[in-house]
């Protein structure tokens, strides 16, 4: 669902071709969804399938092969819609860390200990560079504009970097014998 929501919001802001998908995927949220470029040519084909796009034309540069540029149908549109609430109304936050947590006490203390602090590094790394992006997206007035992505992301990060740090203080996890 969220390939097909992602192509599908991309070609509700301009028709596109599948490269180009993947660029502004990559430029927009870089490392915090992981869509591989296949699966996005799979999605594509399956919107082209229900009729929720069509392709308008092709572009060719150089020796490079044709590509085929992608418009979205009225059908389309209502499906994005359709699926954007659904997913907004039953999805609830989830990380891949989570599955983690769920075994962190496995781990020895000093294990648990090292994974926090490498945690807490990563974090503080992952922050930075969305405040880099925060700074300049706060200039694009454009209705493309992703500052609400990012400051949506970068406060799921404060506050896992706050529950981290009182891991490390032991205020949350207590060691299992």
């Known amino acids: 669902m969220k390939i097909e929501i992602t192509i599908l919001g991309l070609l509700m802001e301009e028709n596109l071709y599948g490269y180009e998908i993947k660029k502004r995927i990559v430029e927009r949220l870089e490392d915090y969804v992981d869509i591989k470029f296949g699966s996005i040519y799979y999605a594509i084909k399956k919107a082209l399938d229900n009729g929720w796009v069509k392709k308008i034309g092709t572009e060719k540069e150089g020796g490079n092969p044709e590509r085929y540029i992608y418009q979205i149908l009225p059908d389309g549109r209502k499906y994005y819609k359709k ?24 781990l020895s203390p000093e294990q648990r200990e090292q994974f926090i602090e490498d945690r807490v590094e990563h974090i503080k790394e992952k922050m930075n560079a969305l405040r880099e992006k925060i700074e300049a997206e706060s200039k694009n007035t454009s209705p493309a504009s992703q500052l609400h992505v990012y400051t949506y992301l970068e406060n799921h990060l404060k506050a896992e970097l706050n529950w981290l740090r009182s891991l490390k203080k032991g205020e949350v996890l207590t060691e299992v014998e």
């Open 83 to 106: 699926m954007l609430k659904q997913y907004f109304d039953h999805n609830f936050i989830h990380f891949d860390i989570d599955i983690v947590l769920m075994f962190l006490n496995s």
